[in-house]
Every structure is written in structure tokens, then in C-alpha cells.
């Protein structure tokens, strides 16, 4: 279930949607303040105009819901624990090859990632050691 940001359980995800309620509203480009309280888009939880009036009005909007809507179910899927089978990291002998996702990947012999929710987090999880490991390589 997709909820508003600043109601989540995790505090981290609370102090995102307290940064993106401080911005500018895109309609009337003031800050989302200015009304007492950011108005949080029903689709995708996230604070994006100042008032409901402002987010019917946005014609960009319904574009960008869907890319939302799919960040705030990976930010609270990556903090609930529970098993990760793409993640399990398979036995190794020799340095795999940095170039790419797909080669690193099919070289150490990772699970094909099933679905995109599968695709984002083995991506979330390896992009920052991957990083430093190619730059160490």
C-alpha cells in the first residue's frame, strides 16, 4: 500500500517528504508553506503542490506519478526485512568484469532478477560497492 511520505513508520522517509513539503510549488512557484501545509498527491504519497487545487491543475503531474509512486514503495520495501533472493551472492574463484551490470552479473552467476522490483533492488544494493570496487580494479 502506497501511503503519504510524511506518515510513514521509518523517519528517514519522513524527513524526505519534510524536504520536498519545504520546495516550490510547480504551479504558482511559491513555497508549499505559504498554505500551512504541503498537499500530498494522493497517487503517490509524495508532498508535491501547495493546495489540492494546484495538483488538479498540474498538467506535468500525472507523468511524473508513476516514477513517484514507484520511489516511495522502493524506499519502504528496502527498510522492511525480509528475504532478498537477489541478493544471494553465489561462490567465486576469480575477478569478474566491471564493465557492465549484465556482464558482472551473468560472470558470478547471479539469478536472473525477475521482476523490476528485483532489478531495483539488486541495483540499489550493488551501486555504491561496484563503484569502488571498479575504481579499485
Known amino acids: 500500500k502506497i501511503g503519504p511520505?510524511?506518515?510513514?513508520?521509518?523517519?528517514?522517509?519522513?524527513?524526505i517528504a519534510a524536504q520536498c513539503?519545504?520546495?516550490?510549488?510547480?504551479?504558482?512557484k511559491k513555497s508549499k508553506s505559504h498554505t500551512g501545509k504541503a498537499?500530498?498527491?494522493?497517487?503517490?504519497?509524495?508532498?508535491?503542490?501547495?493546495?489540492?487545487?494546484?495538483?488538479?491543475e498540474d498538467a506535468y503531474h500525472p507523468h511524473l506519478c508513476p516514477e513517484l509512486r514507484i520511489n516511495n514503495f522502493d524506499m519502504h520495501d528496502f527498510r522492511v526485512k525480509r528475504a532478498r533472493p537477489e541478493l544471494k551472492v553465489p561462490e567465486f574463484k576469480e575477478p569478474a568484469p566491471l564493465t557492465n551490470w549484465e556482464d558482472f552479473l551473468a560472470f558470478r552467476g547471479f539469478s536472473e532478477?525477475?521482476?523490476p522490483q528485483a532489478?531495483?533492488?539488486?541495483?540499489?544494493a550493488l551501486a555504491f560497492p561496484m563503484t569502488i570496487a571498479s575504481q579499485l580494479q
Open 5 to 15: 511520505l510524511s506518515q510513514s513508520e521509518h523517519e528517514p522517509i519522513r524527513q
Open 21 to 28: 513539503a519545504a520546495g516550490a510549488c510547480p504551479v504558482c
Open 39 to 56: 498537499f500530498e498527491c494522493p497517487n503517490c504519497g509524495f508532498p508535491t503542490h501547495c493546495c489540492e487545487e494546484h495538483h488538479e
Open 113 to 115: 532478477p525477475k521482476n
Open 119 to 124: 532489478q531495483r533492488v539488486l541495483s540499489a
